[in-house]
């Protein structure tokens, strides 16, 4: 099993840009997380899904966030229109029930 | 609301040295408790949970209710203990986590 999929590794974008990010869970997995990490903020939960639909979307800064799982084995981060203050390291997790949580590789945001 | 609390950003001690990294969290139920661990170039991984009372690479945590801390602790810190580490709690059942901002820890040669 690769992990939890993540795409692009790296995305560097100008402000005013969308920009989507693509992760893939772990088969059989029924939750999937958005984080973002900063140094001065840490690791910040998004949102995160259960078999699909969204649970809490709490953590979504603002209106120009918004992520989708259209299926099991799918989900999107979309941001529009970036800032540079969204550069990050975005990352996707995914468990079963009861599981541990098993992170992807990250997705390296810069917004110039 | 939960809160993770990570006072120290950045950590250095000597290879050989004993090592604590500080976690305080606040949550008025009965939390799980984690320490993640991310290796330069890696992905964050699970490095222990306090239900499960293991050392894992030489690590160990305990929970300490009274004082809402979740330290963990090495007694000989090694070179390759170098990395990021994030505390993190879960609600009871809940399955997302919160995360502490994190401490990189540097074991010096």
């Known amino acids: 099993d690769a992990g939890v999929i993540q795409s692009p590794r790296h995305e560097v974008t100008e402000m005013g840009q969308e920009v989507t990010l693509r992760c893939k869970p772990i088969s059989g997995h029924d939750y999937l997380f958005w984080y973002r990490q900063t140094m001065m903020r840490g690791l910040e939960l998004l949102i995160y899904f259960n078999n699909n639909v969204p649970i809490d979307d709490s953590g979504m800064p603002e209106d120009r966030f918004s992520a989708k799982m259209p299926n099991a084995s799918f989900s999107t981060l979309k941001i529009q229109p970036s800032e540079p203050r969204d550069s990050a390291v975005y990352f996707c997790?995914?468990?079963?029930?009861?599981?541990?949580?098993?992170f992807g590789p990250g997705t390296r945001l810069t917004v110039l | 609301a939960q809160r993770v609390t990570q006072p120290e950003k950045l950590l250095s001690v000597f290879k050989g040295a004993p090592v604590e990294l500080k976690c305080n969290y606040s949550?008025?139920?009965?939390?799980?408790l984690f320490w993640y661990v991310q290796y330069s170039r890696q992905r964050l991984q699970l490095l222990l949970r306090?239900?499960s009372r293991e050392s894992i690479k030489g690590f160990t945590a305990d929970l300490n209710k009274g004082e809402t801390s979740f330290h963990l602790k090495k007694p000989f810190a090694q070179e390759e203990d170098s990395a990021m580490y994030y505390c993190a709690l879960k609600r009871a059942g809940a399955n997302n986590l919160f995360f502490g901002t994190g401490t990189r820890l540097t074991v010096i040669p």
């Open positions: 949550y008025s139920g009965s939390p799980e």
């Open positions: 997790a995914s468990s079963s029930t009861g599981s541990k949580v098993f």
């Open positions: 306090h239900i």
